[in-house]
C-alpha cells in the first residue's frame, strides 16, 4: 500500500489475473466437484489453495447459472469470510476485483455480475467490521462506490425460477448496512 492509501502494484496485478484468467468453475473444478466441496463444508485444507480458489470464484459471481453463482461461489466465499479463512491479502484482491463490477457502467445485461458483486463486497464490509484490515481511504471508497451502486440501480428483477436471484437493490442494501454498522465509518459517511 502507498502512502495514499493506493494499493501497491502487486495488489492490483493478484486481482487482475484473477478475474482475468479464472474461468467459471475455475480450471481444475468443475460443477460437481464444487457441490462436492460444499457438501464437505468447503473444507480446503491447503490454505493457499483456498486462497486461490476464492479468487477464481470470483467470475463465477456473474455466471448465469444460479447453482454456480449462489450456491457455489457466493456460498463458499461467504462461508470462508465468516470462518477467517481468507487473508486480509486474498479480501484486498477480492475488493479490487469486485469494485470495478459495481460501477454503473460496468454492468452486464444479464443484471447478475453487479448485484453478487455487491453482496460479496457486503462480506468484504462485514469482515472488516469484525475485524478491522481496510485502511480507512479503502472503506471511503467503499463506502462511496456503495452509494454510487445502489443509486444507479435501475434493474429491479428479482428471483425468477430458471434463473434465480439478481436482487441488486437489496444486494446493495446488504453492502451499505454492513458499512452503517462499522464504528469506522465516519458519520458523514454513514449520511
Not at 140 to 165: C, I, M, P, Q, T
Request: charged share 25%.
Amino acid at each position: 500500500m502507498n502512502p495514499l492509501g493506493k494499493p501497491g502494484a502487486a495488489m492490483l496485478l493478484a486481482a487482475a489475473m484473477s478475474s482475468s484468467i479464472a474461468a467459471c468453475p475455475p480450471a481444475g473444478a468443475s460443477k460437481e466437484s464444487l457441490l462436492a466441496s460444499k457438501q464437505a463444508g468447503w473444507s480446503v485444507a491447503d490454505d493457499a489453495r483456498r486462497q486461490r480458489l476464492a479468487l477464481e470464484l470470483l467470475d463465477c459471481l456473474g455466471n448465469a447459472d444460479p447453482v454456480l453463482r449462489d450456491d457455489l461461489a457466493f456460498d463458499a466465499l461467504s462461508r470462508w469470510m465468516r470462518g477467517r479463512q481468507l487473508t486480509p491479502a486474498t479480501m484486498q484482491s477480492v475488493r479490487l476485483a469486485l469494485l470495478p463490477r459495481i460501477e454503473p457502467a460496468a454492468r452486464d445485461a444479464a443484471g447478475f455480475g453487479a448485484p453478487f458483486a455487491a453482496l460479496a463486497l457486503a462480506e468484504i464490509a462485514r469482515a472488516d467490521r469484525l475485524q478491522p484490515f481496510l485502511s480507512t481511504d479503502q472503506r471511503d471508497r467503499l463506502v462511496r462506490a456503495g452509494a454510487a451502486y445502489l443509486s444507479s440501480v435501475r434493474d429491479y428483477r428479482g428471483f425468477d425460477a430458471h434463473d434465480g436471484w439478481r436482487h441488486g437493490v437489496a444486494h446493495g442494501a446488504d453492502l451499505m448496512l454492513q458499512l452503517a454498522l462499522n464504528p469506522a465509518i465516519a458519520r458523514d459517511e454513514v449520511d
